[in-house]
């Protein structure tokens, strides 16, 4: 690994058992990212995410880079941009709200000075900052960056529309699988976003969505109640089994602990000879799987 990690070993008796502890800390952020040399920083910087390690993407790679190397992006200078082709008026707008919140700068700095120490120039030459904010058509410059903004109808996150409604009948949402994805539909369809979403689960009288965004995935986890009644039984478990299933997806579908799920419901459907492994001869392996016999 570059750069070098060694762990820290401590060793000591439990129970009459010798328990040996490796310790690895966390890199300074000056180092990051820690990655395997044999394949390089770009293929061999990875990042833990569940029970999983995942590759960087290359923006989370340079963002180390940029934070060692000290390089401001949105400051660098934009080559053969000119003053005039910067939006007057919303550039004069901006200059009037930075002196009413800052009077020190309305008394003694010029417009030219403010644009410096707003990084809205440097040395007189507009910055990126500057042009995506100010000039009238940045595409001349830049045309592969934009500023993507959303809009939201009305005034409030959540807000009802203009029918009066924001769902077609509550009272219609029994807790099915396929009734919460027409609910997520409907919400969607309502623009009344995740906030909505959690309060109308609640009045369903559904366990709450678990919101989750890791590495450009955005996922969202619906249970109704029979996850919370039933997933223990051994029924739930054997049909669930059906197809072969990975120890996150059991424990995912019970709801308990890793320790739990493995050793005080899985185990005992083994031992029956209920369930039975893909890989009886690596039943620790990563690929492990579990199905119903």
């Given at each position: 690994m570059e750069p070098s990690v060694r762990a820290l070993f401590t060793v000591c008796e439990i129970n009459s058992k010798i328990v040996v502890s490796a310790e690895i800390s966390g890199a300074d952020i000056a180092y990051r990212p820690v990655f395997y040399k044999g394949v390089g920083r770009i293929k061999g910087s990875y990042i833990r995410v569940g029970e999983s390690d995942e590759s960087m993407s290359e923006y989370e790679i340079y963002s180390y880079e940029a934070f060692r190397k000290r390089i401001h992006d949105d400051i660098r200078v934009i080559e053969n941009t000119k003053m005039q082709l910067m939006n007057e008026k919303r550039l004069n707008n901006y200059l009037d709200s930075v002196k009413q919140e800052r009077k020190n700068l309305a008394e003694n700095v010029s417009d030219e000075e403010i644009l410096e120490l707003m990084g809205i120039t440097s040395d007189g030459n507009i910055t990126l900052a500057g042009l995506m904010a100010f000039s009238?058509?940045?595409?001349?410059?830049?045309?592969?960056?934009?500023?993507?903004?959303?809009?939201?109808?009305?005034?409030?996150?959540?807000?009802?529309?203009?029918d009066g409604e924001r769902f077609i009948d509550n009272r219609r949402i029994t807790g099915s699988i396929p009734d919460m994805l027409e609910l997520l539909k409907i919400t969607e369809n309502r623009y009344s976003g995740i906030p909505t979403m959690r309060m109308e689960f609640i009045n369903a009288g559904l366990p709450q969505p678990i919101f989750s965004a890791v590495h450009d995935e955005f996922k969202v986890v619906m249970k109704n109640n029979y996850f919370k009644e039933n997933t223990t039984s051994e029924e739930a478990i054997l049909d669930f089994c059906s197809v072969p299933r990975s120890r996150a997806e059991l424990i995912e579908f019970t709801g308990k602990s890793r320790t739990?799920?493995?050793?005080?419901?899985?185990?005992?459907?083994?031992?029956?000879?209920?369930?039975?492994l893909t890989l009886p001869d690596k039943p620790k392996s990563s690929k492990q799987r579990y199905v119903r016999v």
């Open positions: 009238k058509y940045p595409q001349t410059y830049l045309p592969q960056l934009c500023i993507t903004a959303v809009c939201l109808p009305g005034t409030e996150m959540g807000m009802i529309g203009e739990h799920t493995m050793l005080n419901i899985i185990a005992p459907l083994i031992s029956s000879g209920k369930l039975k």
